[in-house]
């Protein structure tokens, strides 16, 4: 879970949402499952008060919720009409049973009874479990990152999720954890932000719900592929630009392709799509530079404490750089797309380590997340007695206790418990260097060792087992176990593990069998017996894709026919002909605010991205033109987004890489809808047709032009160091602005002044705030001026704006397009002394267009200018950029200063 900052600067019904919190961190044989009913109740019942609404429901998150105080609704109907009737706005709260400050929200919050009272008198309160309802999820969390860039917040998305809505349910302002009341450190509390909401509504309605409307109109366009202005290419050159960012975000050190050179203490995850991708990659054509990626990024994470040394399986994600201490929580699609890759590698270079870490995978998978039935269970939580990671971690004494002297010093040497500990709670176990290093380094001879340590492992995991365990939430999730499903037949085949496959065709003919209603389709959710929601898009890719798995590991048709028989019941309830995509939610799902279709990855691909390839996949089984036709017209709607964002399109770029695998689609995919222009791959790997591009070594801000003759200007981009503190963009796109700095004098006259001209060039099809802004909520362009010299930068003058029209405000937007000329006077200290002023510009901009709005950025000019000395002539350039005399701005002659223009 990302926590998100408070901003001190926002207008007047931008309240502070958003606080910071500190994270103190983050095989075996059949062990005991765990009682999750009893567990719930008894989490529950901690703060016991009669049972509220939440308590008929089976959602373990939700039965969590069931004794609080709060007068919670589930989402639906019976909430929104109750607010509409008593005028009354909307507190969601979205979360899910393994997280750590959902969990900590629910002590603090909604189990004060004091609070709860006014929540109720106030708010019509709704909680939503986010894996049963990914939808609302989606649409709200896209609603807090709209929000917090239309306030120039430097907050972020992250669990749980608190929204103020609208009795219509338009998202008004968020944030994710807020504590009860406000810090001495100046965070403002759950009190103050729900209060200031309730004034404002009471007050200044109107204003809110315009508001409101707006950042839903906002969340509308951005949950849609963009209007093509141009058509991009299905061509190679496509997976160029998907590989070239993951090779600059991979950590040659600690391994991983998510590192941020700018944030390197950032929490870490494994990004399994990414790491697929250039398997693929490296597999077409082997290159080593790819394999050595994936080899040293899944090395260092079977070594860190995000992996589970002693029950098998990861955690969600570690909270620092060396994947050693993780968030504890453990959750079922992590562990399929783990098992996944590992099966993959293991297969590929016969490395005993990812064959352990996989096989461990499964066993744990086995051992402590299956259910009576045969289905996966979602998650286990990170806390038991409300502290993270208690349940796996240990001291020296302990360690000694179970495994005795000799046998410590050997384990602690190995999984490093005589290492430094940065963990408050306990020590984490890893491997600080590979087992065969460690044990050569001991003396001892290998194997025996190794089984010796294998023997002090199971030890310590049935003291574990005999700890109080983490909350189990064992709700079946149709999405999830399809990625455990294809992961098993995987591992099944390729480790030969029949054990696996028995599994993974087990819980196939749960869903297949449990989660469907009358009509043959799918149901999102399964506990205690009953099937619950319509599923959504991933719930039928995601299986479709574990059928096809299934049937090309057992060779049983009945795979293959059910797989066929979803894909074309998909194709009818979620395929829009116009849009050419896939939405999230199928045709005859309830309204919300928006409806959804992308394909960016999260922790696993898009379901965009994986129906384009089980639609070719199926035809390569039995030709199908209306499939390839459906998945060729899918993935050149996205073309553009992977080649916009294609860090975050990996699952995509997967589909092209299998599309561009055989070019002999192309006669039987007549569209007519999509230019048929595509460059296709071939899989040679003698005589590749494509190579991959080297990344280039460029800096974070687009340069500027090349300086004609007549213009003198010796600022140049650069990156701001603070940029990532301060919250602006991050620099993984070109910027639609560009800058550049004019002063009047070839130098600056000590004791004097010098007017200076800066001048922005606007992308074509982009705006930015006009300065002041309006509405006023926006964040307005702003240029100011940092020098080591005692020199000031007055007197901004910013040009006049033109008026944009936005659908659903009945106030126009004031921006800038084009190019724009602000003009300053730079005032130079009678006592400054340097021979030359080193001087940064910087603008401060948000950058818009008819699909985005960018966050809130920063663009630092930097430069030098020699001080002329007293009584030296100065020299007039960059004329061009000032404007003649009947252009010039209006004065007081009386008042006007010597060089004025």
């Known amino acids: 879970m990302k926590i998100t900052r408070f901003t001190e600067t926002l207008p007047w019904f931008c309240v502070c949402l958003c606080s910071t919190v500190v994270l103190a961190g983050l095989q075996a044989d059949e062990g005991p499952k765990q009682a999750t009913d009893t567990k719930t109740a008894a989490r529950s019942a901690e703060h016991a008060g009669p049972a509220n609404r939440l308590s008929r429901e089976s959602s373990p998150y939700l039965l969590l919720h069931a004794h609080n105080p709060v007068d919670w609704y589930s989402w639906g109907p019976e909430a929104f009409e109750k607010a509409k009737k008593e005028n009354k706005p909307i507190f969601l709260s979205i979360g899910y049973s393994s997280c750590y400050w959902c969990h900590v929200m629910e002590r603090k919050v909604f189990s004060d009874k004091v609070i709860a009272a006014w929540m109720n008198d106030h708010f019509v309160n709704i909680k939503v479990d986010r894996e049963e309802r990914p939808d609302v999820d989606d649409i709200y969390m896209t609603s807090l990152l709209v929000y917090q860039q239309m306030v120039g917040s430097a907050g972020g998305g992250g669990w749980p999720l608190s929204m103020f809505l609208t009795p219509e349910g338009n998202p008004i302002a968020g944030a994710t954890y807020l504590p009860p009341h406000d810090s001495p450190d100046g965070r403002s509390g759950f009190s103050t932000v729900a209060n200031r909401i309730d004034e404002l509504w009471q007050s200044r309605r109107n204003d809110l719900e315009r508001t409101a409307s707006m950042i839903a109109n906002q969340v509308q366009r951005m949950g849609q592929p963009g209007v ?173 206790s179970v495994l005795g002297k000799a046998d410590a010093a050997l384990f602690s040497e190995v999984y490093g418990v005589n290492e430094s500990n940065p963990f408050e709670h306990g020590i984490v176990l890893h491997l600080p260097k590979s087992v065969d290093d460690a044990i050569s380094e001991q003396q001892v001879e290998p194997q025996q060792a190794k089984a010796r340590l294998a023997s002090m492992r199971s030890s310590l995991l049935k003291v574990r087992w005999e700890r109080e365990r983490p909350l189990l939430d064992d709700k079946v999730l149709t999405a999830w176990n399809a990625l455990m499903i294809k992961s098993l037949a995987v591992s099944g085949r390729e480790l030969n593990r029949p054990q696996d496959t028995a599994a993974a065709a087990k819980a196939a003919d749960f869903l297949l069998t449990h989660l469907r209603d009358g009509d043959g389709h799918l149901q999102r959710t399964w506990r205690k017996g009953a099937a619950k929601y319509s599923a959504y898009l991933d719930d039928y890719a995601f299986l479709v894709s574990a059928l096809l798995e299934l049937h090309r590991t057992t060779q049983s048709e009945r795979w293959l026919t059910e797989a066929r028989k979803l894909a074309h019941l998909q194709n009818e309830l ?43 996949e199926l035809d390569a089984l039995q030709a199908s033109p209306e499939f390839v036709r459906v998945a060729r017209d899918t993935l050149s709607q996205f073309a553009p987004m992977l080649q916009k964002a294609p860090a975050s399109c990996s699952g995509l770029a997967r589909a092209l890489h299998l599309w561009l695998a055989k070019p002999d689609r192309l006669a039987s995919a007549q569209s007519t809808n999509i230019p048929s222009s595509v460059t296709t791959l071939r899989r040679s790997r003698k005589n590749p047709q494509w190579q991959l591009a080297s990344l280039p070594a460029t800096g974070a801000y687009e340069l500027a032009a090349p300086v004609r003759p007549k213009e003198h200007t010796v600022f140049r981009p650069i990156i701001p160091a603070n940029a990532p503190a301060a919250g602006f963009a991050p620099q993984d796109k070109p910027k639609p602005l560009k800058v550049k700095v004019y002063p009047l004098y070839n130098k600056l006259p000590r004791g004097g002044k010098c007017f200076v001209a800066v001048e922005l060039q606007i992308k074509f099809g982009w705006h930015i705030n006009s300065n002041p802004s309006s509405p006023d909520f926006l964040s307005p362009t702003v240029l100011l001026l940092e020098s080591k010299q005692k020199i000031k930068l007055t007197r901004v003058k910013y040009p006049e704006h033109h008026n944009l029209k936005v659908e659903g405000s009945d106030e126009a937007y004031h921006v800038y397009d084009g190019k724009v000329l602000l003009y300053g006077l730079l005032e130079i200290d009678e006592s400054e002394t340097a021979g030359k002023a080193e001087m940064e510009f910087h603008i401060k901009f948000q950058g818009c267009n008819e699909n985005e709005c960018l966050p809130p950025d920063l663009i630092v000019m930097k430069g030098k200018l020699p001080i002329a000395a007293r009584g030296e002539t100065l020299k007039k350039t960059n004329l061009e950029k000032w404007p003649k005399p009947k252009d010039k701005p209006k004065a007081d002659a009386a008042k006007k200063p010597r060089g004025r223009l």
């Open 228 to 400: 093509q202005l141009e058509q991009v290419e299905l061509e190679a050159k496509l997976l160029n630009s998907a590989v070239a960012p993951i090779k600059e975000m991979y950590d040659p050190v600690w391994g991983g392709v998510d590192f941020d050179k700018r944030r390197p203490t950032k929490p870490r995850f494994p990004n399994v799509p990414r790491l697929e991708l250039v398997l693929d990659l490296y597999e077409s054509i082997d290159d080593d530079e790819l394999l050595k990626i994936v080899e040293h990024s899944l090395t260092r994470m079977a070594q860190g404490g995000i992996h589970d040394h002693l029950g098998g399986g990861f955690h969600r994600y570690s909270t620092d750089r060396r994947w050693h201490v993780p968030h504890f929580e453990k959750m079922l699609y992590d562990q399929a797309m783990m098992l996944s890759i590992y099966t993959r590698m293991a297969a590929r270079t016969d490395n005993e380590v990812y064959r352990d870490v996989a096989v461990g995978i499964a066993e744990f998978i086995h051992n402590e997340m299956t259910t009576t039935e045969g289905a996966f269970c979602s998650a286990l939580d990170a806390e038991t007695n409300a502290i993270e990671g208690e349940y796996y971690v240990w001291t020296e004494n302990e360690v000694t």
């Open 574 to 616: 979620f395929y829009d002909d116009k849009l050419h995509a896939f939405y999230f939610t199928a045709k005859n799902h309830e309204k919300l605010i928006a409806r959804t279709s992308s394909a960016y990855d999260s922790v696993f691909p898009s379901a965009n991205s994986v129906t384009i390839r089980n639609l070719l």
